[in-house]
């Protein structure tokens, strides 16, 4: 009988180490000998230091990193290694909502499910499947940046700063980490504050 398998969400706003969280649990898992497999949507790549790959370059063990094509979670089955006993998730916010099925069907398999991502997009809505995800997980954890315009305050929105209005809009250029109060005061200003909730 397989060992109970468990799945932690990793969850904040940009900025706030969720990807270092990740990689720091990555290492745990290599240092107890567990071979490791990251997926990543691979048009998320912004080609920086945040990448979750370059933050993990320097373990050493049996890992492997996954560029999923398109977030296409229904294609995990024919990526993901079936020795993998850790299946860690970076930036599962862009993944479509196939990953919760994979997520708990990994988790009744035995593995350890690691999943990080943005909970809200720039709009306070719930960012694709990571609502569902933090429902069914057995532990979450909220990470928070600090609000990069009265730097005292936890942020808790990734305030977009482009007027560009589609949901996903790849770039760490095009936003910034707000607390609620700043939120607010870029809001009255009229300066990108989109609140869909009063």
């Not at 949507?41 to 094509?69: K, Y």
Request: net charge negative.
């Amino acid at each position: 009988m397989p060992m109970a398998g468990f799945i932690k969400v990793i969850a904040g706003e940009m900025f706030s180490g969720k990807s270092t969280e990740l990689a720091r649990l990555v290492e745990r898992a290599l240092i107890a000998g567990l071979p490791v497999q990251v997926l990543v949507p691979a048009f998320s790549h912004r080609g920086s230091l945040r990448d979750v790959d370059e933050r993990l370059a320097r373990l050493v063990g049996r890992w492997t990193i996954v560029p999923v094509p398109d977030g296409a979670a229904e294609r995990l089955d024919e990526l993901v290694d079936r020795d993998a006993l850790v299946v860690a998730v970076d930036e599962a916010q862009f993944f479509d909502r196939h990953l919760v099925t994979h997520c708990r069907r990994w988790r009744a398999e035995g593995r350890q499910v690691l999943v990080a991502g943005l909970d809200m997009d720039y709009r306070e809505q719930p960012f694709g499947a990571m609502g569902d995800l933090m429902c069914i997980a057995n532990e979450v954890v909220k990470v928070h940046a600090v609000c990069t315009r009265c730097r005292q305050a936890d942020a808790f929105i990734s305030h977009r700063l482009s007027a560009e209005s589609a949901q996903v809009v790849v770039g760490e250029h095009n936003y910034t980490a707000l607390c609620g109060d700043c939120y607010r005061a870029e809001g009255a200003a009229g300066i990108g504050y989109t609140r869909s909730m009063p």
